[in-house]
Nanobody
């Protein structure tokens, strides 16, 4: 059974940092790609960052040079390090994972964690 559990959200002042964690089961190797999306009030969910099973990363332009994504295979976890946070980064952040089974993509989502950046 696939399960993604986020943690690490909270309230931080602008310019501060937060690190989000996503614990994945059964394990990170089960997925072709893992990543983070976010959704601010009244806005559509948007991509923040992804990391493939090969370690390739991709970032939204709005977070490049401020956010990094990484994974710890031993802990079956993916992380999002967020630096130089801005009020516009305020959103619910969702961990996501995708795997291909018999040529069909399957997407999975965590329950989300709130990040609030005060000005």
């Amino acid at each position: 059974q696939v399960r993604l559990v986020e943690s690490g959200g909270g309230l931080v002042q602008a310019g501060g940092s937060l690190k989000l964690s996503c614990a994945a089961s059964p394990n990170v190797f089960s997925f072709d790609t893992m990543g983070w999306y976010r959704q601010a009030p009244g806005k559509q969910r948007e991509l923040v960052a992804t990391i493939t099973s090969g370690g390739s990363t991709n970032f939204a332009d709005s977070v490049k040079a401020r956010f990094t994504i990484s994974r710890d295979i031993a802990k079956n976890s993916v992380y999002l390090q967020m630096n130089s946070l801005k009020p516009e980064d305020t959103a619910v952040y969702y961990c996501t994972a995708r795997r291909t089974v018999l040529g069909v993509w399957h997407d999975y989502w965590g329950q989300g964690t709130q990040v609030t950046v005060s000005s």
